[in-house]
């Protein structure tokens, strides 16, 4: 898939805004990538997801970081044909508690999915979370890069990251 494929789908889904916006770290951009419209138009999802699908091998186990990773996960399972686990942000206080659903055997490889980086908080913290549970962590896969400084944040939690597309790949023609 050529990255603009996405870029042109991730647009025919309106999931490309401009105004000014505050993000979940507390900062504001001109510019906001709406993962809920990307992620929930088949057309979008199908083309992330056999993107992620051939970045893998039939060994990788993927990691969806909760809530934007896991329909990206399930797609990508699907696509590959591997297994995946959910990455909780909070231990649930009911059940099992657990903080990582699904099947997770200690020393398994799992290559983590996340919709878009901008700090990479969620994902350091979501690597966390399976290095506690005995996985091992050394990849991610993300849809958007905002190349505000998650990827380096990311690699210092020793963990490289694949972009999809750019921040500067998404708005070089911008209207």
Known sequence: ???????????????VQFGEFELSHGGTSEYYVDKYLFE????????VAEAFADRLSADDKL?????????????????????????RKQRKEYGTGNLIEGRLEDGEEVVIVEDIVTTGTSVVEAVEALREAGATVERALVVVDREEGGRENIADAGVETEALVTASELLADRD
């Open 40 to 47: 929930t138009d088949p057309d979008c999802l199908e083309l």
């Open 63 to 87: 990691g969806g970081v909760a809530l934007g990773g896991v329909p990206l996960a399930a797609a990508t399972s699907v696509a590959a044909g591997v297994p995946y686990v959910i990455a």
């Open 1 to 15: 898939m050529a990255n603009q494929d996405l870029i042109d789908a991730l647009r025919a889904a309106d999931a």
